[in-house]
C-alpha cells in the first residue's frame, strides 16, 4: 500500500471510530428507560442536546465517508471513494469488491438522507415539528459501520495481512456512559 492511501486509510478509520463511538454513547445513554429515568431526573435539557448535536454528527460523519472523492471544483474529499483510489488497486477482485461495499454503505447511508436534508443541512419546518430524531434508522446507521469497518479491513487484509477492529472501541480510562450515568445516580443520591 502507498504511503497516500496509508494515510487516508488512517484517516478514514478515524472518522469511522468518531462516528461509532457517538452512536454508542446514544444507544447507551437514550437505549433503556432505566437510563431515560436517570436523564430525566437529572439534567433532560442538557441531555436532549446531547442527543441531538451527537445523532447530527454521525449522520454527517457517514455522509461524508460516501461524498465523491472530488468537489466539483476539483477539491479532494475524504473519502471511501478517495481512499480506492489512492490505493491504485491493479487486481480486478479486489477492486470489484469495493465497489459492491461502497454501493452497500452508500445505499445504507442514503436511507439518513432526509434527516441530513430536512434537519441538518435546511431548516425544514414540517420536519422542526416532527421532531424527525425520532424517525432516524438506527438499523441503518448501524449497517452503514458494519459495512465501513468490512470495506477498510479488505484493504487492510489484502495490503498488510491485518484486520482492525474500529467499531466501539473502549473508552479510555473507563470513562464511557455506564460511568456517567452512575455518576448522576450517585450525584442524585446526595442531593436526596
Same mark, same amino acid.
Given at each position: 500500500?502507498?504511503e497516500?492511501?496509508?494515510?487516508?486509510?488512517?484517516?478514514?478509520?478515524?472518522?469511522?471510530?468518531?462516528?461509532?463511538?457517538? !452512536?454508542?454513547?446514544?444507544?447507551?445513554?437514550?437505549?433503556?428507560?432505566? =437510563?431515560l429515568?436517570?436523564?430525566?431526573?437529572?439534567?433532560? =435539557?442538557?441531555?436532549?442536546?446531547?442527543?441531538?448535536?451527537?445523532?447530527?454528527?454521525?449522520?454527517?460523519?457517514?455522509?461524508?465517508?460516501?461524498?465523491?472523492? +472530488?468537489?466539483?471544483?476539483? =477539491?479532494?474529499n475524504?473519502?471511501?471513494?478517495?481512499l480506492?483510489?489512492?490505493?491504485?488497486?491493479?487486481?480486478?477482485?479486489?477492486?470489484? +469488491?469495493?465497489?459492491?461495499?461502497?454501493c452497500?454503505?452508500?445505499?445504507?447511508?442514503? +436511507?439518513? =438522507? &432526509? !434527516?441530513?436534508s430536512k434537519r441538518?443541512?435546511?431548516?425544514?419546518l414540517?420536519?422542526?415539528?416532527?421532531?424527525?430524531?425520532?424517525?432516524?434508522?438506527?438499523?441503518?446507521?448501524?449497517?452503514s459501520?458494519?459495512?465501513?469497518?468490512?470495506?477498510?479491513?479488505?484493504?487492510?487484509?489484502?495490503?498488510?495481512?491485518?484486520?482492525?477492529?474500529?467499531?466501539?472501541?473502549?473508552? &479510555?480510562?473507563?470513562d464511557? &456512559?455506564?460511568?456517567?450515568?452512575?455518576?448522576?445516580? +450517585?450525584?442524585?443520591?446526595?442531593?436526596?
Amino acid at each position: 500500500m502507498n504511503e497516500l492511501a496509508k494515510e487516508i486509510l488512517e484517516k478514514i478509520e478515524n472518522q469511522i471510530r468518531n462516528s461509532s463511538i457517538r !452512536f454508542e454513547l446514544v444507544l447507551k445513554l437514550f437505549g433503556s428507560e432505566e =437510563n431515560l429515568s436517570i436523564i430525566n431526573k437529572s439534567a433532560p =435539557n442538557v441531555f436532549l442536546i446531547f442527543h441531538g448535536v451527537l445523532m447530527e454528527a454521525v449522520v454527517i460523519g457517514l455522509n461524508r465517508l460516501c461524498d465523491p472523492s +472530488k468537489d466539483r471544483q476539483g =477539491n479532494k474529499n475524504l473519502s471511501i471513494g478517495a481512499l480506492r483510489e489512492s490505493l491504485q488497486i491493479t487486481d480486478h477482485k479486489l477492486h470489484e +469488491k469495493l465497489l459492491r461495499l461502497e454501493c452497500a454503505i452508500k445505499g445504507e447511508v442514503k +436511507k439518513l =438522507n &432526509p !434527516f441530513r436534508s430536512k434537519r441538518i443541512a435546511h431548516n425544514d419546518l414540517d420536519t422542526q415539528i416532527e421532531d424527525l430524531h425520532r424517525s432516524i434508522d438506527n438499523g441503518a446507521i448501524n449497517e452503514s459501520l458494519m459495512l465501513l469497518q468490512e470495506y477498510v479491513n479488505t484493504i487492510c487484509l489484502y495490503y498488510e495481512d491485518y484486520s482492525v477492529n474500529i467499531l466501539n472501541p473502549p473508552y &479510555p480510562s473507563g470513562d464511557g &456512559p455506564d460511568r456517567l450515568l452512575s455518576l448522576l445516580c +450517585k450525584a442524585m443520591g446526595e442531593m436526596m
